[in-house]
């Protein structure tokens, strides 16, 4: 029951569409027969007597003479289900002549039926009874790979199908198949190889040719030059690959028919073969492979054959001799070639190639290249292949009899021997290259093919990737050379016959890669460029296409002119620009059908199934159709054509040309019609949306428009159709014609001219969207129907945009009063009336005017948008309101309707303002005049004035759609104004003035440069001028028409934003003249970021404030003394740089600090370089006032090498300094006027000292001391500079009456007196970052707002990274994420809070963004420009320390300001109960009360993140000041370490008891033996060698501790766990891990620990530890080793 019901619907769906009807023949008693099937037919194919169906739901059926199946003996008269294909979607179906295929949604090809010519590309079988599948691989892919299958198409004898990459492939018998090969036949799938890398669109197969529907490119430029050609094919001599590393350069070229034309006598022929054997070479390596070929003589009649060759070549060729020029045999026998021969052939092309114009810098080298390896690879590698290489002639199917017959044929075709190639793949490869076209180029008359200057936007039609400057019906033939095709010798055509240089460059428009004139350059693969043009030409197909055609040609089928066969495929030229959307073939005749509805038929007319009677036959010619009949589907037989077409009504009509066949008996009776013939049934058969034709039957495929459907679609469909022919002929017949006359340009003008052209490039573009649309709008008749695909729909955008981009120009040419100076050059090219035009509009009225017939023929595309609202309107009512289809359909309609009502109201403005202008007679405002502005309102009578204007001046105010211009003058008449001003409406703010001086009818306008009020008439006029001027600023602004979505409301907001981005240039004198201004607007000042430009090349972007530069900013200044730009990077305040930031130099000096009120001021480094001074290079760090260096600073004199840190006073030294320099002096003392003047110390690298007085920079003029090495001194007063002669009156002191006590004390209290203290330093460093929290002077401010600051630098430090090229990683943006968070707690500080506290700075001074990162950096880097290089004096250690110990105590300041709660310093945290059981270092310590906790302390909170900063430097001055400790300690470690441990324990007074018995090496238990070395305690020496990769002595305090453990847990090991230490026995084991850990600068290492020690870890267990290392370090000093 429930399958009864299933069939009952589908039967019913079936009659509603999908209905079949077949007949055969066009007389008037033609009744069509219906094929009944439950279901609806999606497609059909048929043979010479049999059909196959494609139902919608991808079933197959089979009818008429199915003889391969068993059993079917009598043709089937009902469809026969194929039930092979059962279960498996089919989505395509072809007939050949005897065989059938089909392609399933998996990309697989099954065939069936005859396979005695391998046509269904099956083995050892004639007959093929059900579809099976044809495995089809890729055997040039590695690994192999299945090809996926698209479209097939059959023919008598052979097969084709279409790939998913768009290439062609074949298989089966005969020339058809276009491969190069003499084995049939070819049973397994073969690419065509010649259209390799081409986009194939489309296949069709014929009885015994092909065709090929082919994507073209557009033109290259025609500044690209050829390579050689050969003389008589035109073909490329050289082929060139460019792979990725190599490049292949052949020159294997041979002439497509094997022959070649020479001087020779008639009756003299060559005795070479033809294709001379030519070495194919690798420029990467030595590789090289020589292949040959022989070519059988296509007849006897060789001088016949020529002719047919070339028929109109003595027209095209002046070098052709007629029967001069005569034709090579070829023997059959195997050719010898030498060497000889082969040079001789390379010398002749040489000589040829003289006079040609080549691509390559040096060709002649590479000839000679070349030549010599052809030479050597010839010698050593060349094989003559002895095979015959011939084939009996093949067996031709009659097309009168089903049965085949055995017939010779008519022509013999020649065969190719096999070609003896390493790789085939390797000479065929072929890539794309992006050619480009003017915009605005128009082409030369001359050519004979007008052209217009239109470039096609892919991304606005989606024509497939490809742009055409032409956009014509003709061939553009303007380029002056050729394309290089990059074919080798496998994928030469043998029939490809240029005539001339521009046939090959039109033939080769779809090949997408080519050499260009600068040489070989590396581009992509082919498969890019064939899946972009399948991905945007989806919904709407491309227009630009070519056909290629090979085959046999005997009848002319081939289209090139001639009767010959072609064994690859060839351009037909004459179809190249023809916008070919379809090809068809039938048994011997072609047809092609355009976008315009036009269908081009050539070969076989015998029997009149061409459609006309031009001759030849064997080139297309358009069939003859009456005028206003649209064809839109075609279809070929055996010997009749079959058209679907567009006539008066929606409904299509059917046409039939060809053989009349006797009713009732299916045979043919002789006669014909030789034009197409209306078929009188068509009518009754319902919409068709399809023809089909085979043999001698016709099918067509109707649709009964029972919900309107259907018939909505049909109306849409044939409306585009005759909408785009419209459209053409405009083109072609107005717009070519009045573009290529020369009057229009003086007539129009130049910028005039311009805009017509630019209209007629948008013409054009709109033009070939509809074009594409109609064509798509078939396709979806055809096939499946979902309105959610229609292009108009899917695609509006580009519909929409298109509109609008013909609207602008056009509405711009009305302004202009084009249309009025175009009517003289059309009454000249269509006479006076223009009646053409009137034709094309099909107006009736009578006396238009010529410009108004003008103005409706190029506003006529636009009124086409209402039809499509309600084609979409009339189409929604065929759904329910609830359904997707119904609401997209709607909101489609919506957009076409609020679009025509937009460009309506675009032309309504364009007509009034140039009806504004030609009313207007005045000059003055003359130039105001532009194609883009429209007039939105005028003051008429004085219904708007100036305020305050004088008694005699008149005003007027007139509103465009981008400014208010004020007009004045002293004539009560608005035709002559004596000046006027513009202001622009992205910069014009508009207010109402409510003061009681002005009244309620004021406005108020504001412009960056001034403000004025204006008073209207009556409120109505007030609150129309200000609705208007908002709405035109909102609309300049771009949240107008142009800058949101459409909507039929149309409501607009109240008024326009305040705040708004614009630019503008100031006029009026101040900083700002000539000035500009690109960016944010508040209330006419720049207010935000934005950039500013002055005319004198300075340039500002940041930020503004009211007008003012204020904020971060980047300031580029030009420097025309040096020729280049001063730069400030940095912030600013009220126009003047104000805060931290950057200032590079003309003159190479880079300062880099705070700047205040345009100077430097604050702390900041200053870098001198080479260009500034060459003679000197410097670097200053310190603080500046007022532009000059003033208060603590270092300044490196690199070219002295000397290094002053001291204090500055105006730009010189003065006060308390300290000098270093390279060769080891240092001074340190005070300064006056920039030098050495006053009490001083002077101290050299050998300890000589002088303490007195200074008078010059090393002058010596006063009372001092001078202290010798030796302890010897001289007091008394010295005169005379140091290092030179030096007076001396005084007394000399011998340090004998010294005690060394009171030598050293003396010394030590010498060193530092005269510095600057450490509190002193970089105080402007730390004021400024007490500034950046918001303190006037440091501990004064609040704490919330230090904490706001913080919060405010990190967001506005964030943004301008993210503006940055140099992004933030993840990390760094979750850091300043956390450290967005403030730290939170209540009541007095705990442990935890502690530890919160230590990591929140962690982060902080881990980020330069947060006040606190950015002063731990500039700390760090103060402190290194002190200390290194010249600055790494030890006499600078102790000043070193100390500068630590300050920058500790005032950052724990700025710490405890952060955090109040914090206690003080030596503060006491108690540790909470859940830390209560960790126990770390800084814990280890207690208080006298025995309370676990921490103590604070600014070393314990802050050496762990600023020491290993600084420890570089800092370890540095401590390893030079003990230097002479650590060379005697280090030679008594080495002299130690040279003993075994035994040995060494004995000597270090170690008990017996604690040495090791055995010991664990690897698990390993070992004896201990006398010679054993570095082995005892080796845990412990391993622990201890770690303090040097400590930093903090808190870190090394702790190595120290962890070493003694691992000695207490070897000696409990061995004398069990109630062992307690004494020292007398821990010291010398001690000493002996010292001495066994080798610890380079220990000395060092000690003297740090115990200066930057915590006070709270000198006693106690690490203290008493720390104190037997350096007893062990002093101890190792004095150690007596001479024992050993």
Same mark, same amino acid.
Request: include cysteine; glycine fraction near 8%.
């Given at each position: 029951?429930?399958?009864?019901?299933?069939?009952?619907? @589908?039967?019913?769906?079936?009659?509603?569409?999908?209905?079949?009807?077949?007949?055969?023949?066009?007389?008037?008693?033609?009744?069509?027969?219906?094929?009944?099937?439950?279901?609806?037919?999606?497609?059909?194919?048929?043979?010479?007597?049999?059909?196959?169906?494609?139902?919608?739901?991808?079933?197959?059926? #089979?009818?008429?003479?199915?003889?391969?199946?068993?059993?079917?003996?009598?043709?089937?008269?009902?469809?026969?289900?194929?039930?092979?294909?059962?279960?498996?979607?089919?989505?395509?179906?072809?007939?050949?002549?005897?065989?059938?295929?089909?392609?399933?949604?998996?990309?697989?090809?099954?065939?069936?039926?005859?396979?005695?010519?391998?046509?269904?590309?099956?083995?050892?079988?004639?007959?093929?009874?059900?579809?099976?599948?044809?495995?089809?691989?890729?055997?040039?892919?590695?690994?192999?790979?299945?090809?996926?299958?698209?479209?097939?198409?059959?023919?008598?004898?052979?097969?084709?199908?279409?790939?998913?990459?768009?290439?062609?492939?074949?298989?089966?018998?005969?020339?058809?198949?276009?491969?190069?090969?003499?084995?049939?036949?070819?049973?397994?799938?073969?690419?065509?190889?010649?259209?390799?890398?081409?986009?194939?669109?489309?296949?069709?197969?014929?009885?015994?040719?092909?065709?090929?529907?082919?994507?073209?490119?557009?033109?290259?430029?025609?500044?690209?030059?050829?390579?050689?050609?050969?003389?008589?094919?035109?073909?490329?001599?050289?082929?060139?690959?460019?792979?990725?590393?190599? =490049?292949?350069?052949?020159?294997?070229?041979?002439?497509?028919?094997? =022959?070649?034309?020479?001087?020779?006598?008639?009756?003299?022929?060559?005795?070479?073969?033809?294709?001379?054997?030519?070495? *194919?070479?690798?420029? #990467?390596?030595?590789?090289?492979?020589?292949?040959?070929?022989?070519?059988?003589?296509?007849?006897?009649?060789?001088?016949?054959?020529?002719?047919?060759?070339?028929?109109?070549?003595?027209?095209?060729?002046?070098?052709?001799?007629?029967?001069?020029?005569?034709?090579?045999?070829?023997?059959?026998?195997?050719?010898?070639?030498?060497?000889?021969?082969?040079?001789?052939?390379?010398?002749?092309?040489?000589?040829?190639?003289?006079?040609?114009?080549?691509?390559?810098?040096?060709?002649?080298?590479?000839?000679?290249?070349?030549?010599?390896?052809?030479?050597?690879?010839?010698?050593?590698?060349?094989?003559?292949?002895?095979?015959?290489?011939?084939?009996?002639?093949?067996?031709?199917?009659?097309?009168?009899?089903?049965?085949?017959?055995?017939?010779?044929?008519?022509?013999?075709?020649?065969?190719?021997?096999?070609?003896?190639?390493?790789?085939?793949?390797?000479?065929?490869?072929?890539?794309? =290259?992006?050619?480009?076209?003017?915009?605005?180029?128009?082409?030369?008359?001359? %050519?004979?093919?007008?052209?217009?200057?239109?470039?096609?936007?892919?991304?606005?039609?989606?024509?497939?990737?490809?742009?055409?400057?032409?956009?014509?019906?003709?061939?553009?033939?303007?380029?002056?050379?050729?394309?290089?095709?990059?074919?080798?010798?496998?994928?030469?055509?043998? #029939?490809?016959?240029?005539?001339?240089?521009?046939?090959?460059?039109?033939?080769?428009?779809?090949?997408?890669?080519?050499?260009?004139?600068?040489?070989?350059?590396?581009?992509?693969?082919?498969?890019?460029?064939?899946?972009?043009?399948?991905?945007?030409?989806?919904?709407?197909?491309?227009?630009?296409?070519?056909?290629?055609?090979?085959?046999?040609?005997?009848?002319?089928?081939?289209?090139?002119?001639?009767?010959?066969?072609?064994?690859?495929?060839?351009?037909?030229?004459?179809?190249?620009? *023809?916008?070919?959307?379809?090809?068809?073939?039938?048994?011997?005749?072609?047809?092609?059908?355009?976008?315009?509805?036009?269908?081009?038929?050539?070969?076989?007319?015998?029997?009149?199934?061409?459609?006309?009677?031009?001759?030849? &036959?064997?080139?297309?010619?358009?069939?003859?159709?009456?005028?206003?009949?649209?064809?839109?589907?075609?279809?070929?037989?055996?010997?009749?054509?079959?058209?679907?077409?567009?006539?008066?009504?929606?409904?299509?009509?059917?046409?039939?040309?060809?053989?009349?066949?006797?009713?009732?008996?299916?045979?043919?009776?002789?006669?014909?019609?030789?034009?197409?013939?209306?078929?009188?049934?068509?009518?009754?058969?319902?919409?068709? &949306?399809?023809?089909?034709?085979?043999?001698?039957?016709?099918?067509?495929?109707?649709?009964?428009?029972?919900?309107?459907?259907?018939?909505?679609?049909?109306?849409?469909?044939?409306?585009?159709?005759?909408?785009?022919?419209?459209?053409?002929?405009?083109?072609?017949?107005?717009?070519?014609?009045?573009?290529?006359?020369?009057?229009?340009?003086?007539?129009?003008?130049?910028?005039?001219?311009?805009?017509?052209?630019?209209?007629?490039?948008?013409?054009?573009?709109?033009?070939?969207?509809?074009?594409?649309?109609?064509?798509?709008?078939?396709?979806?008749?055809?096939?499946?129907?979902?309105?959610?695909?229609?292009?108009?729909?899917?695609?509006?955008?580009?519909?929409?945009?298109?509109?609008?981009?013909?609207?602008?120009?056009?509405?711009?040419?009305?302004?202009?009063?084009?249309?009025?100076?175009?009517?003289?050059?059309?009454?000249?090219?269509?006479?006076?009336?223009?009646?053409?035009?009137?034709?094309?509009?099909?107006?009736?009225?009578?006396?238009?005017?010529?410009?108004?017939?003008?103005?409706?023929?190029?506003?006529?595309?636009?009124?086409?948008?209402?039809?499509?609202?309600?084609?979409?309107? *009339?189409?929604?009512?065929?759904?329910?309101?609830?359904?997707?289809? /119904?609401?997209?359909?709607?909101?489609?309609?919506?957009?076409?309707?609020?679009?025509?009502?937009?460009?309506?109201?675009?032309?309504?403005?364009?007509?009034?303002?140039?009806?504004?202008?030609?009313?207007?007679?005045?000059?003055?405002?003359?130039?105001?005049?532009?194609?883009?502005?429209?007039?939105?309102?005028?003051?008429?009578?004085?219904?708007?004035?100036?305020?305050?204007?004088?008694?005699?001046?008149?005003?007027?105010?007139?509103?465009?759609?981008?400014?208010?211009?004020?007009?004045?003058?002293?004539?009560?008449?608005?035709?002559?104004?004596?000046?006027?001003?513009?202001?622009?409406?992205?910069?014009?703010?508009?207010?109402?003035?409510?003061?009681?001086?002005?009244?309620?009818?004021?406005?108020?306008?504001?412009?960056?440069?001034?403000?004025?009020?204006?008073?209207?008439?009556?409120?109505?006029?007030?609150?129309?001028?200000?609705?208007?001027?908002?709405?035109?600023?909102?609309?300049?602004?771009?949240?107008?028409?142009?800058?949101?979505?459409?909507?039929?409301?149309?409501?607009?907001?109240?008024?326009?934003?305040?705040?708004?981005?614009?630019?503008?240039?100031?006029?009026?004198?101040?900083?700002?003249?000539?000035?500009?201004?690109?960016?944010?607007?508040?209330?006419?000042?720049?207010?935000?970021?934005?950039?500013?430009?002055?005319?004198?090349?300075?340039?500002?972007?940041?930020?503004?404030?009211?007008?003012?530069?204020?904020?971060?900013?980047?300031?580029?200044?030009?420097?025309?003394?040096?020729?280049?730009?001063?730069? /400030?990077?940095?912030?600013?305040?009220?126009?003047?740089?104000?805060?931290?930031?950057?200032?590079?130099?003309?003159?190479?000096?880079?300062?880099?600090?705070?700047?205040?009120?345009?100077?430097?001021?604050?702390?900041?480094?200053?870098?001198?370089?080479?260009?500034?001074?060459?003679?000197?290079?410097?670097?200053?760090?310190?603080?500046?006032?007022?532009?000059?260096?003033?208060?603590?600073?270092?300044?490196?004199?690199? %070219?002295?090498?000397?290094?002053?840190?001291?204090?500055?006073?105006?730009?010189?030294?003065?006060?308390?300094?300290?000098?270093?320099?390279?060769?080891?002096?240092?001074?340190?003392?005070?300064?006056?006027?920039?030098?050495?003047?006053?009490?001083?110390?002077?101290?050299?690298?050998?300890?000589?000292?002088?303490?007195?007085?200074?008078?010059?920079?090393?002058?010596?003029?006063?009372?001092?001391?001078?202290?010798?090495?030796?302890?010897?001194?001289?007091?008394?007063?010295?005169?005379?500079?140091?290092?030179?002669?030096? *007076?001396?009156?005084?007394?000399?002191?011998?340090?004998?009456?010294?005690?060394?006590?009171?030598?050293?004390?003396?010394?030590?209290?010498?060193?530092?007196?005269?510095?600057?203290?450490?509190?002193?330093?970089?105080?402007?460093?730390?004021?400024?970052?007490?500034?950046?929290?918001?303190?006037?002077?440091?501990?004064?401010?609040?704490?919330?707002?230090?904490?706001?600051?913080?919060?405010?630098?990190?967001?506005?430090?964030?943004?301008?990274?993210?503006?940055?090229?140099?992004?933030?990683?993840? #990390?760094?943006?979750?850091?300043?994420?956390?450290?967005?968070?403030?730290?939170?707690?209540?009541?007095?500080?705990?442990?935890?809070?502690?530890?919160?506290?230590?990591?929140?700075?962690?982060?902080?001074?881990?980020?330069?963004?947060?006040?606190?990162?950015?002063?731990?950096?500039?700390?760090?880097?103060?402190?290194?420009?002190?200390?290194?290089?010249?600055?790494?004096?030890?006499?600078?250690?102790?000043?070193?320390?100390?500068?630590?110990?300050?920058?500790?105590?005032?950052?724990?300041?700025?710490?405890?300001?952060?955090?109040?709660?914090?206690?003080?310093?030596?503060?006491?945290?108690?540790?909470?109960?859940?830390?209560?059981?960790?126990?770390?270092?800084?814990?280890?310590?207690?208080?006298?009360?025995?309370?676990?906790?921490?103590?604070?302390?600014?070393?314990?909170?802050?050496?762990?993140?600023?020491?290993?900063?600084?420890?570089?430097?800092?370890?540095?001055?401590?390893?030079?000041?003990?230097?002479?400790? @650590?060379?005697?300690?280090?030679?008594?470690?080495?002299?130690?370490?040279?003993?075994?441990?035994?040995?060494?324990?004995?000597?270090?007074?170690?008990?017996?008891?604690?040495?090791? =018995?055995?010991?664990?090496?690897?698990?390993?238990?070992?004896?201990?033996?006398?010679?054993?070395?570095?082995?005892?305690?080796?845990?412990?020496?391993?622990?201890?060698?770690?303090?040097?990769?400590?930093?903090?002595?808190?870190?090394?305090?702790?190595?120290?501790?962890?070493?003694?453990?691992?000695?207490?847990?070897?000696?409990?090991?061995?004398?069990?766990?109630?062992?307690?230490?004494?020292?007398?026995?821990?010291?010398?084991?001690?000493?002996?891990?010292?001495?066994?850990?080798?610890?380079?600068?220990?000395?060092?290492?000690?003297?740090?620990?115990?200066?930057?020690?915590?006070?709270?870890?000198?006693?106690?267990?690490?203290?008493?530890?720390?104190?037997?290392?350096?007893?062990?370090? /002093?101890?190792?000093?004095?150690?007596?080793?001479?024992?050993?």
């Amino acid at each position: 029951m429930e399958e009864q019901k299933r069939y009952s619907e @589908e039967e019913k769906t079936s009659e509603e569409r999908g209905a079949l009807y077949r007949w055969q023949g066009y007389s008037c008693t033609v009744s069509p027969e219906k094929l009944l099937l439950p279901r609806a037919v999606h497609h059909a194919a048929l043979g010479i007597n049999h059909g196959v169906l494609l139902t919608e739901d991808g079933l197959v059926y #089979s009818f008429g003479d199915l003889y391969w199946r068993p059993g079917m003996k009598l043709q089937a008269v009902s469809p026969v289900l194929e039930n092979s294909l059962r279960g498996q979607r089919v989505l395509g179906v072809s007939a050949g002549s005897f065989h059938c295929a089909a392609v399933t949604d998996d990309g697989v090809v099954h065939t069936w039926g005859e396979n005695v010519d391998g046509q269904c590309g099956l083995s050892d079988l004639r007959l093929v009874p059900n579809p099976t599948p044809v495995s089809i691989v890729d055997e040039e892919a590695v690994p192999l790979k299945r090809v996926w299958i698209l479209d097939v198409a059959c023919g008598a004898q052979h097969t084709l199908v279409l790939s998913g990459k768009h290439e062609a492939w074949s298989w089966g018998t005969g020339c058809q198949l276009g491969l190069v090969t003499n084995m049939f036949p070819v049973r397994r799938a073969q690419k065509v190889e010649h259209l390799s890398g081409r986009h194939v669109l489309q296949i069709a197969c014929g009885g015994f040719h092909s065709l090929a529907l082919v994507h073209s490119l557009a033109p290259p430029e025609s500044s690209q030059q050829c390579l050689d050609t050969c003389d008589q094919c035109r073909q490329p001599l050289y082929t060139v690959v460019d792979k990725d590393d190599h =490049v292949i350069i052949s020159d294997n070229h041979y002439c497509p028919l094997g =022959v070649e034309l020479t001087d020779a006598k008639e009756d003299q022929r060559s005795n070479q073969g033809s294709p001379a054997f030519k070495p *194919k070479t690798e420029l #990467s390596g030595p590789d090289q492979q020589v292949f040959a070929g022989l070519l059988e003589d296509f007849g006897p009649d060789q001088k016949a054959l020529d002719d047919n060759i070339c028929p109109s070549r003595k027209a095209l060729d002046g070098s052709y001799q007629g029967d001069a020029a005569k034709v090579e045999t070829f023997h059959q026998e195997p050719v010898s070639v030498s060497t000889t021969d082969s040079s001789a052939v390379l010398q002749k092309r040489q000589k040829r190639a003289r006079t040609k114009s080549s691509p390559y810098p040096d060709e002649q080298a590479l000839k000679d290249y070349l030549k010599r390896m052809s030479d050597q690879s010839l010698s050593e590698h060349l094989e003559a292949i002895s095979t015959e290489g011939s084939r009996p002639p093949s067996r031709q199917t009659s097309l009168k009899d089903r049965r085949r017959m055995e017939q010779p044929d008519k022509t013999m075709f020649p065969a190719l021997a096999a070609l003896a190639m390493r790789d085939a793949t390797e000479m065929s490869v072929i890539a794309p =290259v992006t050619t480009q076209s003017s915009a605005n180029s128009v082409l030369s008359s001359q %050519t004979g093919h007008d052209a217009l200057p239109i470039q096609i936007s892919e991304a606005k039609n989606g024509a497939s990737g490809d742009s055409d400057g032409a956009c014509d019906d003709g061939t553009a033939e303007n380029h002056s050379s050729e394309r290089k095709s990059l074919e080798a010798n496998k994928s030469a055509s043998l #029939s490809d016959i240029r005539l001339e240089d521009t046939d090959r460059l039109s033939r080769t428009r779809s090949l997408p890669g080519f050499l260009s004139q600068g040489g070989l350059k590396n581009v992509g693969a082919v498969t890019s460029a064939t899946s972009e043009i399948s991905q945007k030409g989806h919904l709407l197909p491309s227009l630009y296409t070519e056909v290629w055609s090979w085959g046999r040609g005997q009848e002319g089928q081939l289209g090139h002119g001639d009767s010959l066969p072609r064994l690859q495929p060839l351009c037909i030229k004459s179809l190249s620009n *023809k916008e070919v959307i379809k090809v068809v073939a039938g048994s011997n005749h072609s047809l092609a059908l355009t976008a315009q509805c036009q269908v081009y038929s050539w070969g076989s007319s015998k029997l009149g199934q061409l459609g006309h009677m031009n001759s030849p &036959s064997t080139v297309p010619h358009l069939v003859k159709v009456s005028e206003g009949i649209r064809v839109w589907d075609v279809a070929a037989g055996q010997t009749h054509t079959l058209l679907l077409a567009d006539g008066d009504c929606i409904q299509p009509i059917l046409y039939y040309s060809g053989e009349q066949v006797q009713e009732g008996r299916g045979s043919q009776t002789g006669t014909c019609t030789q034009t197409p013939a209306l078929l009188p049934f068509c009518m009754n058969l319902g919409y068709v &949306s399809g023809v089909f034709a085979g043999g001698l039957t016709c099918l067509a495929l109707a649709d009964q428009n029972v919900t309107g459907f259907t018939g909505t679609l049909h109306e849409l469909a044939s409306a585009e159709r005759k909408f785009y022919c419209t459209l053409s002929s405009v083109k072609s017949q107005i717009l070519r014609p009045l573009l290529t006359r020369d009057s229009v340009g003086s007539c129009l003008g130049q910028s005039s001219m311009q805009l017509f052209q630019t209209v007629a490039g948008c013409f054009s573009r709109l033009c070939h969207l509809t074009g594409q649309h109609a064509t798509s709008l078939t396709s979806f008749l055809q096939n499946s129907r979902d309105v959610k695909n229609l292009a108009i729909l899917k695609k509006a955008a580009i519909f929409i945009d298109t509109y609008k981009e013909y609207s602008g120009p056009l509405g711009n040419f009305l302004v202009m009063g084009g249309f009025q100076a175009l009517v003289k050059p059309s009454q000249e090219c269509f006479g006076k009336k223009v009646e053409l035009a009137q034709k094309l509009l099909e107006l009736k009225e009578k006396n238009v005017l010529p410009s108004d017939l003008l103005l409706s023929l190029f506003y006529m595309p636009l009124q086409h948008l209402r039809d499509y609202a309600r084609v979409l309107l *009339k189409l929604s009512a065929c759904f329910h309101v609830s359904s997707v289809e /119904y609401q997209r359909i709607q909101d489609g309609c919506l957009q076409y309707e609020v679009l025509a009502r937009l460009v309506s109201k675009q032309r309504k403005d364009a007509e009034a303002t140039h009806s504004f202008w030609k009313n207007f007679s005045g000059k003055s405002l003359e130039a105001l005049r532009k194609p883009s502005r429209r007039l939105l309102c005028e003051s008429v009578n004085k219904d708007l004035t100036l305020q305050n204007s004088g008694r005699f001046s008149v005003n007027s105010f007139i509103l465009f759609n981008d400014a208010l211009v004020h007009a004045q003058g002293t004539i009560s008449s608005k035709k002559f104004f004596s000046s006027h001003f513009i202001y622009p409406l992205a910069t014009l703010w508009v207010e109402p003035i409510s003061d009681e001086n002005v009244g309620l009818l004021g406005l108020k306008l504001t412009t960056p440069e001034e403000s004025f009020s204006v008073l209207a008439c009556s409120p109505l006029e007030k609150g129309r001028w200000l609705r208007a001027i908002n709405q035109a600023v909102d609309d300049v602004l771009g949240v107008g028409q142009n800058g949101r979505d459409l909507s039929l409301s149309g409501s607009q907001r109240a008024e326009p934003p305040i705040s708004r981005t614009a630019t503008y240039t100031f006029a009026k004198e101040g900083r700002l003249k000539d000035a500009t201004y690109s960016g944010r607007w508040l209330s006419g000042k720049p207010h935000g970021k934005g950039t500013l430009k002055w005319s004198d090349g300075r340039v500002y972007c940041g930020t503004f404030k009211n007008g003012l530069e204020d904020g971060f900013g980047d300031y580029m200044m030009p420097n025309k003394t040096f020729n280049r730009f001063d730069r /400030y990077k940095g912030h600013w305040k009220e126009g003047k740089m104000h805060g931290f930031g950057t200032y590079w130099y003309a003159t190479g000096e880079v300062y880099e600090g705070s700047f205040q009120e345009n100077q430097r001021h604050g702390h900041g480094m200053l870098s001198s370089g080479r260009l500034a001074s060459p003679s000197s290079s410097s670097v200053f760090v310190g603080h500046w006032l007022s532009d000059k260096k003033a208060g603590y600073g270092i300044f490196d004199d690199i %070219t002295k090498g000397e290094k002053y840190m001291g204090m500055w006073l105006e730009d010189q030294r003065q006060g308390s300094g300290v000098v270093v320099t390279q060769f080891g002096l240092y001074y340190e003392g005070a300064f006056g006027n920039n030098k050495m003047m006053g009490p001083g110390l002077l101290l050299c690298d050998d300890d000589t000292a002088f303490e007195g007085e200074f008078s010059e920079d090393w002058v010596l003029n006063g009372k001092g001391v001078l202290t010798i090495p030796n302890g010897d001194l001289f007091e008394g007063v010295f005169v005379g500079e140091w290092g030179t002669e030096l *007076k001396v009156a005084g007394t000399f002191l011998k340090s004998l009456y010294e005690t060394e006590t009171e030598q050293k004390d003396r010394k030590t209290l010498q060193v530092g007196c005269y510095a600057v203290p450490a509190e002193q330093k970089w105080k402007a460093v730390f004021e400024e970052c007490w500034r950046r929290l918001g303190c006037e002077s440091p501990g004064r401010g609040e704490n919330d707002r230090a904490w706001e600051n913080i919060a405010v630098i990190l967001t506005n430090r964030h943004r301008q990274q993210i503006d940055s090229p140099q992004t933030l990683s993840r #990390s760094q943006r979750k850091m300043l994420e956390s450290l967005e968070v403030i730290p939170q707690h209540s009541g007095p500080v705990t442990a935890d809070d502690y530890d919160i506290i230590r990591r929140y700075l962690i982060k902080a001074c881990d980020t330069p963004l947060h006040p606190l990162g950015w002063l731990l950096e500039t700390l760090v880097t103060v402190y290194r420009m002190t200390y290194v290089g010249v600055g790494s004096n030890r006499r600078l250690l102790r000043q070193a320390v100390e500068e630590i110990q300050s920058y500790l105590s005032r950052i724990f300041q700025l710490v405890r300001f952060l955090f109040p709660a914090l206690p003080e310093e030596g503060g006491f945290i108690p540790e909470s109960s859940e830390r209560a059981g960790s126990v770390s270092l800084t814990h280890s310590s207690q208080s006298d009360s025995s309370k676990e906790g921490v103590i604070v302390s600014s070393p314990s909170l802050l050496l762990p993140i600023l020491l290993p900063r600084l420890y570089p430097p800092l370890f540095t001055l401590y390893t030079l000041e003990r230097e002479r400790e @650590e060379e005697l300690y280090w030679d008594c470690v080495l002299r130690l370490n040279r003993q075994p441990d035994q040995s060494l324990l004995t000597f270090l007074g170690v008990p017996q008891k604690f040495w090791p =018995v055995s010991i664990s090496i690897l698990g390993e238990i070992k004896e201990v033996l006398p010679n054993t070395k570095d082995t005892c305690f080796a845990t412990a020496v391993e622990t201890l060698q770690q303090i040097s990769t400590a930093f903090t002595p808190a870190d090394k305090l702790q190595v120290i501790q962890l070493t003694f453990e691992d000695i207490t847990q070897d000696v409990q090991a061995m004398l069990g766990q109630d062992f307690l230490w004494s020292m007398d026995d821990l010291f010398p084991i001690f000493l002996y891990i010292v001495l066994r850990a080798r610890i380079r600068n220990l000395g060092s290492e000690v003297s740090l620990i115990e200066d930057l020690m915590e006070p709270a870890l000198q006693h106690g267990e690490l203290g008493l530890m720390f104190t037997t290392l350096k007893a062990c370090y /002093y101890q190792i000093q004095h150690e007596k080793t001479t024992c050993f």
